[in-house]
Each structure stands twice: as C-alpha cells, then as structure tokens.
C-alpha cells in the first residue's frame, strides 16, 4: 500500500486501510510464530518437560498472577520461543528500497537500490555458534549466545 498525503493528512478510508492491514499482519505473524514454537515443542518431549517444569517453579514462587517479575522468570520459555522463531521465522524476508546513499559493510548501496533482508538467512546461517540444531540443544551456552543475538541494531 502507498499513499499520498495531502497537507500532511492521510484519507479516512486510507486510515483504515492501514490500520486493518496491520492488524491482519500482526494476527497471521503472531498466529505463524506460535504454530511453529507448539510444533517443535512438541516434537521433543524433554523440551516441554523443562517448559513444564520451569512453570511449577514460576507458580511456586509467584502465585498464578502473570506479571513482568513473572515473565522475566521464564528464562528456558524465553528461550523456546525465540528459538522457534529463529528457526522458522513468520517473515522469512522483507524488501526495501534505499532512500539515501549508503555504505554497508564496505559495500556503496546507491539510493533507490532495492534491497532483498532475510532473516531466515540472517538468523540461521551467519552465526556458526547458532547452526539450525532446533530446540533440542538448548543449553546455559545456547541460551546466553541467543539473548546477545537478539538485539537491536540501530542502523541510523
């Protein structure tokens, strides 16, 4: 979707648009990423034993509340999760086009280069300590490599 604005405005129906566009986006990436952390739960039952678990332990401490403390607990839920989605991302790549010149890892990008980011690539095949080994070989090691891995990275 493109839009013009016009005096700074976008159209009521423009609006709309957008705003139901990424409400169908968000519920099928949501809905992907969720389908991919059950499926390889369940392909390994010791996985969702450390899940169970790791739960009895959160409920012991904290009561049945759901809270951030509480979150912040699920250290090996954490884990699962991000590797499912490492492993099977719900967008495996995004396009976009460059607006400026500009110069990565030693390569010039001239404005208006489209550019192809994958992050099924990104995330499974450039980091030699994170080989797509699934949820199986998560260990203290794993664990510490993914939450370093999993950062932000301001490209201004």
Same mark, same amino acid.
């Given at each position: 979707?493109?839009?013009?604005?016009?005096? @700074?405005? =976008?159209?009521?129906?423009?609006?709309?648009?957008?705003?139901?566009?990424?409400?169908?986006? @968000?519920?099928?990436?949501? @809905?992907?990423?969720?389908? %991919?952390?059950?499926?390889?739960? %369940?392909?390994?039952?010791?996985?969702?034993?450390?899940?169970?678990?790791?739960?009895?332990?959160?409920?012991?401490?904290?009561?049945?509340?759901?809270?951030?403390?509480?979150?912040?607990?699920?250290?090996?839920?954490?884990?699962?999760?991000?590797?499912?989605?490492? =492993?099977?991302?719900?967008?495996? %790549?995004?396009?976009?086009?460059?607006?400026?010149?500009?110069?990565?890892?030693?390569?010039?990008?001239?404005?208006?280069?489209l550019l192809w980011l994958s992050t099924l690539t990104s995330q499974n095949f450039t980091d030699p300590s994170l080989k797509p080994s699934g949820l199986k070989t998560l260990t203290p090691q794993t664990l510490n490599t993914l939450s370093e891995s999993w950062r932000h990275i301001?490209?201004?």
């Amino acid at each position: 979707m493109f839009y013009v604005m016009q005096d @700074g405005q =976008l159209s009521d129906d423009a609006l709309a648009e957008s705003g139901i566009s990424l409400l169908l986006a @968000g519920t099928d990436t949501s @809905g992907q990423g969720s389908t %991919a952390a059950l499926v390889m739960v %369940a392909l390994f039952p010791e996985v969702m034993e450390k899940l169970r678990l790791e739960q009895e332990k959160i409920i012991a401490q904290h009561g049945t509340s759901f809270t951030l403390a509480v979150l912040d607990d699920m250290v090996y839920a954490d884990a699962v999760i991000k590797e499912a989605l490492r =492993l099977a991302p719900p967008a495996a %790549a995004a396009m976009r086009q460059t607006l400026v010149d500009m110069q990565i890892c030693d390569k010039f990008i001239p404005a208006g280069t489209l550019l192809w980011l994958s992050t099924l690539t990104s995330q499974n095949f450039t980091d030699p300590s994170l080989k797509p080994s699934g949820l199986k070989t998560l260990t203290p090691q794993t664990l510490n490599t993914l939450s370093e891995s999993w950062r932000h990275i301001d490209l201004n």
